[in-house]
């Protein structure tokens, strides 16, 4: 008798289609109406909501959501963990025209470890979120975000910091914060924040 656990397969809805070539991690659900093209990468135990577009070549870690109705063109990476809401935006090409053809133009969008992206935010392509960032609902980032900063508005403006745990951070004079939901605590140093225990 094998004491080996038995690797999760995919779960892939009858109504998505998912292109030859695709590679789809263990534990993997995929919902109604979805379309994974040929080139595209998603890591394990992720969830991927009705309605959902990914792209050629564009790779997405392990353990995210992807809420409904959300296109990731070609260009985009997707860290692990990372949280997107339903009908987030992704662009791939910054001054779009019809009649121009910029397929050798696009350009990439990076979400590090653990990002969240709000319901109906815009990330316009060529910026990198870092590690746990949180960009708020309806927001429209234009340019690269620190590490747990918290964005909000249009255009996007830092307004605070969030701890890995999705809680808003008070630092005190001395620069230190604990997150109220995990108890872990964060230091503050020249605008940036990192992890003390």
């Given at each position: 008798?094998?004491?080996?656990?038995?690797?999760?397969?995919?779960?892939?809805?009858?109504t998505?289609?998912?292109?030859?070539?695709?590679?789809?991690?263990?534990?993997?659900?995929?919902?109604?109406?979805?379309?994974?093209?040929?080139?595209?990468?998603?890591?394990?135990?992720?969830?991927?909501?009705?309605?959902?577009?990914?792209?050629?070549?564009?790779?997405?870690?392990?353990?995210?959501?992807?809420?409904?109705?959300?296109?990731?063109?070609?260009?985009?990476?997707?860290?692990?963990?990372?949280?997107?809401?339903?009908?987030?935006?992704?662009t791939?090409?910054?001054?779009?025209?019809?009649?121009?053809?910029?397929?050798?133009?696009?350009?990439?969008?990076?979400?590090?470890?653990?990002?969240?992206?709000?319901?109906?935010?815009?990330?316009?392509?060529?910026?990198?979120?870092?590690?746990?960032?949180?960009?708020?609902?309806?927001?429209?980032?234009?340019?690269?975000?620190?590490?747990?900063?918290?964005?909000?508005?249009?255009?996007?403006?830092?307004?605070?910091?969030?701890?890995?745990?999705g809680?808003?951070?008070?630092?005190?004079?001395?620069?230190?914060?604990?997150?109220?939901?995990?108890?872990v605590?964060?230091?503050?140093?020249?605008g940036?924040?990192?992890?003390?225990?």
């Amino acid at each position: 008798m094998s004491t080996d656990k038995e690797i999760p397969k995919p779960q892939i809805h009858p109504t998505a289609v998912v292109d030859e070539g695709a590679v789809i991690g263990a534990g993997t659900k995929i919902w109604h109406f979805c379309h994974i093209s040929g080139n595209a990468v998603l890591g394990e135990n992720c969830q991927v909501g009705q309605n959902v577009f990914i792209d050629n070549d564009v790779v997405v870690g392990s353990g995210v959501k992807i809420q409904n109705n959300v296109s990731l063109y070609k260009g985009v990476m997707v860290g692990d963990q990372c949280f997107i809401g339903p009908s987030a935006v992704f662009t791939n090409v910054i001054n779009p025209r019809s009649a121009v053809v910029r397929k050798t133009e696009f350009k990439a969008t990076l979400l590090e470890q653990g990002v969240s992206i709000g319901a109906n935010a815009t990330i316009v392509c060529g910026v990198k979120l870092g590690a746990f960032a949180f960009i708020g609902a309806g927001a429209v980032v234009t340019e690269d975000v620190k590490p747990y900063a918290l964005m909000v508005g249009v255009p996007a403006k830092q307004v605070g910091w969030m701890s890995e745990y999705g809680e808003k951070l008070a630092f005190d004079a001395q620069g230190h914060a604990v997150c109220l939901g995990s108890g872990v605590k964060y230091v503050l140093e020249n605008g940036q924040v990192k992890v003390v225990s």
